[in-house]
């Protein structure tokens, strides 16, 4: 039997099996509890589209790039991949890739006959309600340090993690230290959607649970007092954005509206030339600007300067889409570029890789775009 594996029976048909995702003790622990408890049930702690992305083999392609940047989840997709990268510097060691033990749960299991069941919450709900929770410090302050070259994990022993769980508990608290509100989505709240999925599956068959060794305590608590139907809904929902978010994209035509109408009531004529100067300088500017710290191709600057004065009038538009789009058609990413993209090795391939390339174009130029949209009428007012 694997040495130190974090098993816990909840009753006679549930066993929970803890995994560290990345250590090879994991792997072999996934195969032999499958073969010693014999479940009906192999339950893994993945959402459909992880589920899919790894008994696929699934790589980011053309179509699908080009559709993030058509829907704006660039930004989304940008966080996924750092947290992916850093997961994966783990992984490398161990000679095993985030996630081979679900995959080896989801194969031995399909090959002994057994169902599998898909027990985590879609991930893209899960960053959304995580990044929501966080303050505006708490994200910088992730965006810096994933952006930091640490080296002090390099000679982490991951299989160690799976022996301490006083030291995976410790990692908990220090992520709800670091984000109380990031932490409670990406711990409790999957603790408790991870129970529910659990309790739904058909109780007279014999269930193996393959889940997060960090989720393990959390998850067993959770099935002593399980969640009403109601909050394991709720914990699928995405986010509402207020109606003043919802307003934002709105709110820059009424400003012009605004602006203009100070002129006039001011007795004063307006100055169309100096009006729409200001206007196109600041944006196309901006937006430019976020292209070129994206290390964007020229033609892709030049795209994100032209449409920004444009797409900042029409909320349904984005300078972003149309400067990623450009980067993507004239710096075509190469199929291993693609490929690679979702197992970055350094997160300077960001900028390097042509994948993360379009992504960060399309997320910079956006940003840009919106300063430019704001600092232009800030200009126009002092005129007034």
């Known amino acids: 039997m694997v040495e130190n594996t974090p098993l816990v029976d909840v009753n006679d048909n549930l066993r929970l099996l803890g995994t560290a995702h990345i250590a090879t003790a994991s792997v072999e622990a996934v195969r032999e509890q499958i073969a010693l408890y014999k479940p009906d049930i192999v339950a893994v702690e993945l959402c459909q589209s992880r589920y899919e992305t790894l008994v696929s083999d699934r790589r980011l392609d053309k179509e699908g790039l080009l559709k993030v940047v058509k829907e704006g989840k660039a930004p989304m997709v940008l966080l996924q991949s750092m947290l992916s990268a850093e997961q994966r510097k783990l992984g490398l060691d161990e000679g095993q890739q985030p996630g081979a033990e679900l995959l080896a749960a989801v ?11 898909l027990v985590d919450r879609d991930i893209q709900v899960t960053l959304r309600r995580a990044w929501k929770r966080m303050r505006f410090r708490e994200k910088w302050r992730l965006l810096t340090s994933l952006l930091e070259d640490e080296d002090e994990d390099d000679d982490l022993d991951v299989n160690e993690l799976l022996k301490d769980t006083d030291l995976l508990s410790s990692m908990m608290d220090e992520l709800k230290g670091f984000s109380p509100g990031a932490g409670e989505v990406l711990i409790d709240e999957r603790d408790s959607y991870i129970s529910g999925k659990l309790l739904e599956l058909d109780s007279n068959k014999k269930v193996l649970a393959v889940i997060g060794a960090g989720h393990l305590s959390g998850v ?10 109601s909050q394991l809904e709720e914990l699928a929902t995405l986010p509402q954005r207020s109606r003043f978010v919802r307003m934002i994209p709105w709110a820059m035509p009424l400003v012009l509206i ?4 100070g002129f006039v009531a001011n007795g004063d004529g307006v100055d169309w030339v100096r009006f729409f100067t200001i206007w196109t300088v600041a944006n196309a500017v901006f937006a430019a600007i ?12 030049l795209t994100a300067a032209a449409a920004s004065p444009i797409t900042s009038l029409n909320p349904a538009l984005a300078a972003g889409w149309f400067a990623g789009y450009v980067q993507l058609k004239v710096a075509e990413p190469t199929a291993d570029d693609l490929q690679q993209f979702l197992k970055l090795d350094d997160f300077s391939a960001f900028w390097s890789n042509p994948a993360g390339k379009v992504l960060l174009v399309t997320a910079l130029t956006n940003l840009g775009s919106m300063a430019g949209a704001w600092v232009a009428p800030v200009i126009l007012l002092g005129g007034l």
Do not use: F, S, T
Not at 258 to 261: F, G, K, L
């Open 220 to 229: 067993a608590k959770q099935l002593a007092q399980p969640p009403p139907p």
């Open 290 to 301: 976020g292209c070129i710290l994206a290390r964007g191709h020229p033609l892709a600057i």
């Open 107 to 117: 194969q031995v299991g399909e090959e002994a006959g057994c169902e599998i069941a």
């Open 258 to 261: 605004a602006i203009i109408a």
